[in-house]
């Protein structure tokens, strides 16, 4: 078949195909929510079981007990790795209002300070985004939070070198106004606003219909406890930046997908259950 055919149209077509199959048993898909939801209701019409990883828009609350610079520092090798084209990937930063300025220009400062180049240098700290859909995806983000009234701290415009390069970007004064406070931007492109307290806090984190992953900053193990009760996501980290690990269940709720990977739910998820009851004769 010519080559756009199959890039374009086979694979809608054999992705219908599988699902209708009796042969086939379950599906697991990691990918956009459009996508995973059109897969979904296909599953459901022969009842297949499915695991569903699907997209985030990660929040971050940072408390005013921190080592402000540290995590500013540690922000931004989080966010800006993969070029921020990971799921989990930390976004929307919330930050108390007391430390907000120096969080703010700390990571600022930070993500400026990245190397951006060739992904084959050793030399270099950030890649490319894939494509230009995604670059041109980033730079329409920016640019409407720019007419919303978010000031650009750090980055904000393309590098120009070829390849869809675009340098790491910090946004502040952003409001629920701009379109990346609620689409996943899938790339190099960190949000921060303040809160007043943890009540707020909460709300923000959780006012999208998004939870894959969420962060947590504070030496107040109780506060810690209660936000990580409150939050509503699939996995919520605290005072460090790693999501996932092969041992441990990972996943999504909300749009961000349904069922769990890694760890023995994983393995979970793909057994089937049987209860066999027998009497003696």
Known sequence: ???????????????????EA??????????????????????????KRGVFELGGHAPVLV???VDVEAVARGAAA??????????????????????????????AEAATAIRVGDPFDSATQMGPVQNARRLAAVEA????????????????????????????????GV???????????????ALVASFRDAEEGVALANRLSLGLASYVFTRDLALAD??????ECGNVVVNHWVVSHPETPFGGIKDSGIGLEGGTEGFQAFEQVKFVSQAPL
């Not at 697991?28 to 022969?46: C, E, M, N, Q, Y």
């Not at 989080?78 to 990937?89: L, M, N, P, V």
């Not at 209660?226 to 939050?231: K, M, Y």
């Open 226 to 231: 209660r936000l990580s009760a409150e939050i």
């Open 78 to 107: 989080a966010k800006f790795r993969s070029s921020g084209q990971i799921c989990t990937s930390p976004t929307r930063f919330y930050v108390h209002h007391s430390i907000h300025d120096r969080l703010a220009a700390a990571f």
């Open 175 to 189: 409001t629920d106004a701009c379109r990346a406070a609620s689409e996943e931007p899938f790339g190099p492109l």
């Open 141 to 172: 983000l920016v640019e409407d939070a720019r007419r919303n009234g978010a000031t650009v701290a750090a980055g904000g415009a393309r590098i120009d070198r070829p390849g869809f390069f675009y340098r790491p970007t910090v946004l502040t």
């Open 22 to 47: 009796d042969a086939i048993r379950m599906v697991s898909f990691t990918g956009s929510i459009p996508v995973g939801k059109h897969l979904a209701a296909l599953a459901t019409r022969t009842i």
């Open 1 to 19: 078949m010519p080559a756009h055919n199959l890039r374009y149209w086979a694979a809608g077509a054999v992705a219908e195909r599988l699902l």
């Open 63 to 65: 408390f005013p007990d």
